[in-house]
């Protein structure tokens, strides 16, 4: 599904130059469930935003489904996103105006639903995420882990066939940390490729392969073993 090959990205402060990634080859197959782990700067969140096509890196190259999209204009980018990702932050990232229904509306007005079909599709999702008791509410009514369901709801929004996750369960009490994880389980049953930061080897090992970064590079990818109970 993904393919990508001796990418890099590469900020400069001043004259400083800071190696994100450093020449990173990696292939994920349509239905992984993936955890990348690595100490704070050694850079998770880039290599997430460049798999979600959120950034685009300084160099290498992207495949998605064999297409170059590190050839592709931004507009080209912003349709990719919208047709293929959904992303959760460790931030909820909810609109504080809007209740938990019109935010998970919001990426299907980008992609042009008529508004009851939005309603009705928005309403099924936050079922799904066990938060159809709640659509009327506002992110500040919302626990942590009610407002992180609202976001998943929100991420499936689109139907993505790969949900990019940063630090889900970070801001969140353990419970509510292991609800999260069982829905992104199921959705990973259910077919939709799932890639999740975490620094909580808990939670790295709901995945079915883990992936460890250090200074930009991966130092480590192998599956995960479940124990068998
Ligand atoms: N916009 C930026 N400008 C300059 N340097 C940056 C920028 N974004 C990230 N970096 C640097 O790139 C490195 C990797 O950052 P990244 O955010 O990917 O780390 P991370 O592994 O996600 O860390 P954390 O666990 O703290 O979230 C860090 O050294 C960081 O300081
Ligand atoms: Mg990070």
């Given at each position: 599904?993904?393919?990508?090959?001796?990418?890099?990205?590469?900020?400069?402060?001043?004259e400083?130059?800071?190696?994100?990634?450093?020449?990173?080859?990696?292939?994920?197959?349509r239905?992984?469930f993936?955890?990348?782990?690595?100490?704070?700067?050694?850079?998770?969140?880039?290599?997430?935003?460049?798999?979600?096509?959120?950034d685009?890196?300084?160099?290498?190259?992207?495949y998605?489904?064999?297409?170059?999209i590190?050839?592709?204009?931004?507009?080209?980018?912003?349709?990719?996103?919208?047709?293929?990702?959904?992303?959760?932050?460790?931030?909820?990232?909810?609109?504080?105006?809007?209740?938990?229904?019109?935010?998970?509306?919001?990426?299907?007005?980008?992609?042009?639903?008529?508004?009851?079909?939005?309603?009705?599709?928005?309403?099924?999702?936050?079922?799904?995420?066990?938060?159809?008791?709640?659509?009327?509410?506002?992110?500040?009514?919302?626990?942590?882990?009610?407002?992180?369901?609202?976001?998943?709801?929100?991420?499936?929004?689109?139907?993505?066939?790969?949900?990019?996750?940063?630090?889900?369960?970070?801001?969140?009490?353990?419970?509510?940390?292991?609800?999260?994880?069982?829905?992104?389980?199921?959705?990973?049953?259910?077919?939709?490729?799932?890639?999740?930061?975490?620094?909580?080897?808990?939670?790295?090992?709901?995945?079915?392969?883990?992936?460890?970064?250090?200074?930009?590079?991966?130092?480590?990818?192998?599956?995960?073993?479940?124990?068998?109970?």
């Amino acid at each position: 599904m993904i393919r990508l090959e001796k990418i890099s990205k590469e900020y400069f402060m001043g004259e400083v130059e800071i190696k994100a990634l450093d020449s990173v080859d990696l292939a994920i197959q349509r239905g992984e469930f993936i955890s990348i782990m690595g100490p704070s700067g050694s850079g998770k969140s880039t290599m997430l935003h460049i798999l979600g096509a959120l950034d685009q890196p300084s160099s290498g190259c992207y495949y998605l489904e064999d297409v170059a999209i590190t050839e592709l204009s931004d507009q080209e980018l912003s349709r990719i996103r919208n047709k293929h990702f959904g992303f959760i932050f460790q931030s909820y990232n909810l609109f504080n105006e809007l209740t938990a229904l019109e935010n998970v509306t919001v990426p299907m007005m980008y992609a042009k639903f008529p508004k009851r079909e939005r309603n009705e599709l928005a309403r099924t999702l936050l079922e799904r995420v066990g938060m159809g008791h709640r659509v009327s509410h506002y992110p500040n009514q919302l626990s942590g882990g009610e407002q992180q369901r609202v976001a998943i709801a929100r991420a499936l929004a689109n139907n993505p066939t790969l949900i990019l996750a940063d630090e889900p369960t970070g801001n969140l009490a353990t419970d509510q940390g292991e609800e999260i994880l069982r829905i992104l389980s199921e959705l990973n049953e259910q077919g939709t490729t799932v890639v999740i930061v975490t620094h909580d080897s808990k939670v790295a090992q709901s995945a079915k392969r883990l992936i460890q970064l250090r200074d930009g590079r991966i130092v480590n990818d192998a599956p995960i073993q479940k124990a068998i109970s």
